[in-house]
């Protein structure tokens, strides 16, 4: 499984942003993706995932601003950031697991991982 994200930059406060993160290799059509974190010196956080059911689970410091989705036909998942605040400025991962249940947000239930796409907000 590969995973590519796309999307990232910088943006001002109160600004938006719509990452995409595009699988390929799927053979389990019961999987997860999730989004995750990492600003510097401190841990990988999950932020928002998705499940095959298309049902959802977010992070306190994002609910009401970010909203995940996916298109299954493509294989492909977003994150429309809305809101933006400078706390939110880290290296965003998009991440996959074959075989869930629920969306998962722990970074350590997940198995595939993409390269990261950095998110500057100033």
């Known amino acids: 499984v590969q995973l590519v994200e796309s999307g990232g930059g910088s943006v001002q406060a109160g600004g938006s942003l719509r990452l995409s993160c595009a699988a390929s290799?799927?053979?389990?059509?019961?999987?997860?993706m999730g989004w995750f974190r990492q600003a510097p010196g401190k841990e990988r956080e999950g932020v928002a995932a998705?499940?095959?059911?298309?049902?959802?689970r977010y992070a306190d410091s994002v609910k009401g601003r970010f909203t995940i989705s996916k298109d299954n036909a493509n294989y492909t998942m977003y994150l429309q950031m809305n809101s933006l605040k400078p706390e939110d400025t880290a290296m965003y991962y998009c991440?996959?697991?074959?075989?869930?249940?629920?969306?998962?947000?722990?970074?350590?239930?997940?198995?595939?991982w993409g390269q990261g796409t950095q998110v500057t907000v100033s």
């Open positions: 290799g799927y053979t389990d059509s019961r999987h997860c």
């Open positions: 991440a996959a697991v074959s075989r869930c249940l629920l969306p998962l947000m722990a970074a350590l239930d997940y198995r595939y």
């Open positions: 998705i499940d095959s059911d298309a049902r959802t």
